[in-house]
């Protein structure tokens, strides 16, 4: 599936850690202790990756992890598994069964059993964040290594912060000229904010956004060299079931460039601006 999905999956994948950690320290049944992970059905609403806007609703298997030297936190999702507008592509159209992305780090001072803490970056990690779209065929496939740096941010708040900043190798693009090769970097920033508890329930903000810049894809027509993503969550959380609204603002999102006109579609690109997700889950 193409980077469309790519936006809900994320952010619930965020969210979903979050909850698992407010959630342990009221003891739930979970099938593990430090594996938590949900089933979601998301609806979006205009997302931006691609030279269209995209609506569809889907099936989505999220998990995260923090054990040890281990952190952890990815999805897999069936794209358009309960329908979509006339243009989205998915599990049962002929468009791709299976997207997913996964993010795990690796604490570097718990391999090294050493204290690398400078002032406010209390741990360091070797971070990457790899997407695999599987595609019915060439055009239709994406496969992309992010790897770098990532540290967890002391707030002296009760606030969640962690940076990563990566290069990109990208294999297989969607048929793009960038494929195979190393092709620009991203930057990342993630937080947690918790509100209050609420319905019985506890009600957090989550956010995240992506910088990405140096890419070769500027040089083609339509395409751009940087792009935005920057995804804002209300989730209500309660042991197993969770709800959020996401908002997530693009800028040439996807790096396609807003307002050209591609000989192909009938409007010009619309890849800035607002997309809009729904989501509920159950975690387990």
Do not use: C
Not at 10 to 24: K, M, P, Y
Not at 84 to 111: A, M, Q, V, Y
Not at 147 to 157: I, P
């Amino acid at each position: 599936m193409k980077h469309t999905i790519l936006a809900a999956g994320a952010v619930l994948a965020l969210s979903s850690g979050f909850t698992a950690q407010a959630a342990d320290a009221e003891k739930p049944q979970f099938l593990s202790d430090w594996w938590h992970q949900s089933v979601n059905v998301v609806g979006s609403y205009h997302t931006r990756f691609g030279p269209a806007l995209r609506n569809d609703t889907y099936l989505e298997y999220e998990a995260f992890a923090k054990k040890d030297w281990f952190d952890f936190y990815g999805y897999v999702d069936a794209p358009r598994f309960f329908g979509g507008d006339g243009d989205s592509r998915g599990i049962w159209n002929h468009g791709s069964p299976l997207f997913t992305e996964i993010e795990p780090r690796f604490s570097i001072d718990k391999l090294t059993n050493s204290d690398l803490s400078i002032g406010p970056f209390k741990e360091w990690y070797f971070a990457n964040n790899y997407i695999y779209d599987m595609g019915r065929n060439e055009a239709g496939r994406q496969s992309t290594w992010y790897m770098g740096l990532g540290t967890d941010v002391e707030t002296g708040l009760p606030i969640g912060l962690n940076l990563n900043i990566y290069a990109k190798y990208q294999w297989q693009n969607y048929g793009a000229s960038n494929e195979n090769e190393w092709d620009g970097y991203r930057f990342k920033i993630k937080y947690f904010v918790p509100i209050t508890d609420v319905w019985g329930g506890h009600l957090s903000y989550i956010g995240f956004t992506n910088f990405d810049w140096g890419s070769d894809l500027g040089d083609d027509q339509y395409r751009t060299s940087n792009s935005i993503a920057s995804s804002h969550v209300l989730a209500l959380n309660y042991d197993h079931w969770h709800y959020s609204v996401v908002a997530r603002y693009f800028h040439n999102g996807g790096q396609w460039n807003d307002g050209d006109q591609p000989v192909w579609q009938a409007e010009p690109i619309k890849s800035n601006g607002f997309g809009w997700y729904l989501v509920a889950g159950y975690n387990f």
